[in-house]
């Protein structure tokens, strides 16, 4: 079974500070990772995903997020935020070895950047 | 163009009554979900179908039905309403059962 960890349930930032969401996870097979984003009463939009190759994952909005398989983490970055990037971010995993393609979330961060 | 769109956006019903929530992909995607997120935004799967076939059926009551007519629909009909199936219910499809899901903009179930 895989388990999902988001080490912080709200993340307050100053416009133009970077800041980092943490993500960890659990799971006895290989996964693939993604990120989500959630803005106020919308639905969930991905962010970026780690499939295989390169640990370093860019992705919408300048985000990027590093695979580290040794720390099981997947922590996501943006060097500068805007006030746009306030929203739910949600960290998730998926094991190719399960069949139906059940996506496992982690509890959600709340960005909150104020200017 | 919509890629993932469910109907209705927002439903309050009462106790006990029946309703049902309609999704539709656009993206030729072989496989469909539902996600519950509760009010501490939490997200779970409920159901996962590929090319109309049940595949995941995580532990929700038979109150839940879902169907799917083809490979576009998936809908979710949800009999003898409880307080506690007031959520937001999210549709989302993907090309196969381990890839990237896209997520519908989500029907927000009030029960009074």
């Known amino acids: 079974a895989q388990s999902v960890t988001q080490l912080d349930s709200q993340v307050p930032v100053f416009e133009e500070a970077p800041v980092e969401l943490r993500c960890n996870y659990s799971?006895?097979?290989?996964?693939?990772l993604f990120w989500y984003v959630q803005y106020p009463n919308q639905g969930l939009q991905l962010l970026l995903k780690?499939?295989?190759?390169?640990?370093l994952v860019k992705g919408i909005n300048g985000f990027e997020a590093e695979f580290n398989k040794s720390q099981t983490s997947f922590h996501l970055r943006k060097p500068s935020v805007h006030i746009s990037d306030t929203a739910e971010y949600f960290c998730a995993v998926i094991s190719p070895y399960n069949p139906g393609g059940k996506l496992i979330f982690g509890q959600g961060t709340e960005l909150s950047v104020k200017p | 163009d919509t890629a993932v769109s469910q109907t209705p956006k927002y439903l309050v019903t009462q106790m006990g009554n029946d309703k049902s929530i309609k999704c539709e992909q656009n993206l030729g995607h072989d496989t469909m979900y539902w996600y519950k997120q509760d009010s501490k935004k939490f997200l779970k799967i409920m159901f996962s179908y590929n090319n109309k076939e049940l595949i995941i059926n995580e532990t929700v009551p038979n109150r839940f039905s879902p169907k799917s007519p083809d490979k576009a629909h998936l809908n979710l009909h949800i009999n003898s309403l409880e307080l506690g199936d007031s959520a937001v219910y999210f549709c989302?499809?993907?090309?196969?059962?381990?890839?990237?899901?896209?997520f519908g903009p989500g029907t927000r179930l009030t029960v009074t």
């Open positions: 799971s006895s097979v290989s996964v693939y």
């Open positions: 989302a499809s993907s090309p196969s059962d381990f890839y990237e899901q896209y």
């Open positions: 780690y499939l295989s190759g390169s640990t």
